[in-house]
């Protein structure tokens, strides 16, 4: 039986007048690699691996709401408009982990399209995960919330990212998508 593995999932939100004929997304990065030692995390991520899973409909994911041609088109959108990968291709995050009561916060930066922010994560354990959300304003990092039909469909300025790590004793590397997959 292999290892688990770490999942990263993106959460966007619709917002514009017409916001009825949007759609409150769930993406997950497919190529990242997460590096734990000692009480360091670094993270290193390629926005171009983020892949549409569905459509939200509050708690529960919808596979089937989409068309292949939306997803390729929205992967398109958020590679070439949102997160200009051809220039930027990839976020790293850097942080120091601290135990709480409740399981753990890290506090760290995030670097995404060549600017820097402070990023906290309370963390906790769920079963054999650790797992932590946070919420990032997009526009601190220079990156304007997708429009289109001049701008009566766009999203918040807010994305959600949702971590699930393996819990794991000492130093760890994983590696996602990135050729063999694998945990070290």
């Known amino acids: 039986m292999s290892e688990p593995l770490p999942e990263i999932q993106v959460f966007t939100f619709k917002d514009g007048l017409l916001a009825r004929l949007a759609h409150d997304l769930r993406l997950s990065l497919?190529?990242?690699?997460?590096?734990?030692?000692?009480?360091?995390?670094?993270?290193?991520?390629?926005?171009?691996?983020?892949?549409v899973d569905g459509v939200m409909r509050g708690a529960n994911l919808r596979v089937d709401e989409l068309s292949a041609s939306d997803r390729a088109k929205i992967q398109r959108n958020i590679r070439e408009d949102v997160m200009v990968t051809a220039r930027y291709p990839e976020v790293r995050f850097r942080g120091e982990v601290e135990t709480t009561a409740g399981g753990a916060r890290v506090t760290g930066t995030l670097e995404m399209l060549a600017r820097q922010q402070p990023v906290t994560?309370?963390?906790?354990?769920?079963?054999?995960?650790?797992v932590g959300v946070c919420e990032l304003q997009p526009s601190k990092w220079g990156i304007r919330p997708y429009k289109a039909l001049a701008g009566a469909i766009k999203l918040q300025d807010r994305v959600r990212v949702a971590l699930a790590i393996p819990v794991v004793e000492g130093d760890k590397v994983w590696q996602v998508g990135l050729g063999a997959t694998a945990a070290t």
């Open 30 to 51: 497919t190529g990242f690699e997460i590096r734990i030692d000692g009480s360091t995390v670094e993270g290193r991520m390629w926005p171009e691996s983020l892949r």
């Open 121 to 130: 994560v309370n963390v906790r354990r769920e079963g054999d995960k650790l």
